[in-house]
């Protein structure tokens, strides 16, 4: 098992100070091939990585372990683009949450507009589901036209039967990237048709595409169906890795002459899925070619090790008027993240909370999160929680800490003069 040395790296702030962000602890490992303790690859700078030996010629690219989220390989990864059809991941997913939340359901059937015929159906030009004009179709066989025809007709009935109108649904869509962790992406319809206001990062596919295979895995199923037929029309899945790449079952493909070809897709081997996100391509062939170049890649260099085994207590936090000084903190998962084989590498991880924290603590209250490090990117990050309950402490516990605060606040003041 590798070595490590855990440091503690505690600064005490004052109480006027606590929304501020504190790193409380650091964990430096070197890494040996065999260990079993892992690093994750970067996660935030621009730019492929260096020391990778890899390369691809999409402009836009990353590459992700769906199980812990790690990086593995980035390039511009959140740079701001047109997503094209891509963004219908976007649209689903809101439709996905609709239906779990019971306001939608499968059977429910939603009409063909004229506005959604015209601007998405047949006389378009674009891809469609040939839904005929003022049919009604159930949510479920829209879906499906989404999904596996990239029909614009299909998402355009969806926004109108949810929202009214593709401006509401946008704006909900807008929202509910917020909800689900994506900071940048903006929308300004449900297709991906050209939109000054449709903007995205392949970061950001690639975790909107993670949060569609563990959230929804019965929907999610939909995205590997090869073939659909409607209103007489077969038509086949666009996705060109699922019969070119062995164990990939989803997601989506999109082009616009704006942001050029892109592919977001997931492929399953050995246990191990991987979600790769490509944005920029001039040429549907290479997006095919590229996009299984960085996943054939991935699982051949890499593998899943763990960092931290669930409910391990990975640090401490310090405690301010508490019982104790401090509250221990765990994940109820383990940390897991993914390795280069044969590749001896350093990894760093920090608790990160806002402190000092005030008593009491409940067990299982969240209190931070814990980030790995590989140089100077968050490959990972983590929630972590109480390991167990902190009550508040006596009247003189709490004004010793009351005290020792006010010293350190004087002395930083005075540092700073």
């Given at each position: 098992m590798a070595g490590f040395?855990?440091?503690?790296?505690?600064?005490?702030?004052?109480?006027?100070?606590l929304p501020r962000v504190l790193a409380v602890a650091a964990l430096s490992v070197l890494m040996a091939a065999p260990a079993p303790l892992a690093l994750a690859a970067n996660n935030s700078v621009q730019g492929a990585k260096k020391d990778e030996g890899f390369h691809t010629d999409a402009p836009y690219a990353i590459l992700i372990d769906a199980d812990s989220g790690s990086v593995l390989y980035e390039k511009a990864a959140d740079q701001l683009a047109a997503p094209s059809s891509m963004m219908k991941l976007m649209t689903v997913e809101t439709v996905f949450n609709e239906i779990a939340a019971g306001r939608v359901k499968l059977t429910d059937q939603f009409p063909i507009s004229e506005n959604a015929w015209r601007r998405g159906g047949a006389p378009s030009g674009g891809s469609t589901m040939f839904a005929a004009i003022h049919s009604r179709v159930p949510?479920?066989?829209?879906?499906?036209?989404?999904?596996?025809?990239?029909?614009?007709?299909?998402?355009?009935?969806?926004?109108?039967?949810?929202?009214?109108?593709?401006?509401?649904?946008?704006?909900?869509?807008?929202?509910?990237?917020?909800?689900?962790?994506l900071?940048?992406?903006t929308f300004g319809n449900s297709n991906g048709l050209p939109d000054?206001?449709?903007?995205?990062?392949?970061?950001?596919?690639?975790?909107?595409?993670r949060h569609i295979v563990r959230t929804y895995p019965e929907f999610y199923k939909m995205f590997g169906e090869r073939e659909f037929t409607w209103n007489k029309i077969r038509?086949?899945?666009?996705?060109?890795?699922?019969?070119?790449?062995?164990?990939?079952?989803?997601?989506?493909?999109?082009?616009?002459?704006?942001?050029?070809?892109?592919?977001?897709?997931?492929?399953?081997?050995?246990?191990?899925?991987?979600?790769?996100?490509?944005?920029?391509?001039?040429?549907?062939?290479?997006?095919?070619?590229?996009?299984?170049?960085?996943?054939?890649?991935?699982?051949?260099?890499?593998?899943?090790?763990?960092?931290?085994?669930?409910?391990?207590?990975?640090?401490?936090?310090?405690?301010?008027?508490?019982?104790?000084?401090?509250?221990a903190l765990a994940?109820?998962?383990?940390?897991?993240?993914?390795?280069?084989?044969?590749?001896?590498?350093?990894?760093?991880?920090?608790?990160v909370y806002n402190g000092p924290l005030r008593a009491p603590v409940q067990e299982g209250q969240q209190i931070g999160t814990v980030k790995v490090w590989r140089g100077s990117a968050v490959a990972l990050e983590m929630p972590l929680y109480a390991k167990q309950a902190v009550g508040t402490g006596t009247l003189t516990q709490r004004a010793f800490d009351g005290a020792s605060e006010l010293v350190i606040g004087l002395v930083r003041g005075a540092v700073k003069m």
């Open positions: 040395a855990l440091v503690f790296s505690t600064i005490p702030r004052t109480l006027r100070a949510v479920e066989d829209l879906l499906r036209g989404a999904i596996i025809h990239s029909g614009n007709d299909s998402c355009i009935a969806l926004a109108e039967g949810i929202a009214g109108n593709e401006r509401a649904f946008a704006e909900m869509l807008t929202k509910r990237a917020r909800e689900i962790g900071a940048q992406a000054p206001r449709n903007l995205m990062s392949v970061r950001e596919l690639a975790t909107l595409a038509q086949f899945n666009r996705n060109p890795l699922l019969t070119t790449m062995p164990g990939a079952d989803g997601l989506k493909t999109g082009f616009t002459k704006e942001g050029g070809y892109g592919l977001v897709g997931s492929a399953e081997q050995n246990g191990t899925r991987l979600i790769v996100a490509i944005n920029g391509m001039s040429d549907p062939d290479d997006r095919a070619s590229e996009a299984k170049k960085i996943l054939e890649w991935g699982f051949h260099s890499f593998e899943t090790r763990p960092l931290f085994e669930a409910n391990q207590v990975i640090g401490f936090a310090k405690l301010f008027g508490g019982e104790k000084g401090s509250v994940s109820p998962k383990s940390v897991r993240v993914m390795v280069q084989r044969n590749v001896n590498e350093k990894v760093i991880a920090r608790i």
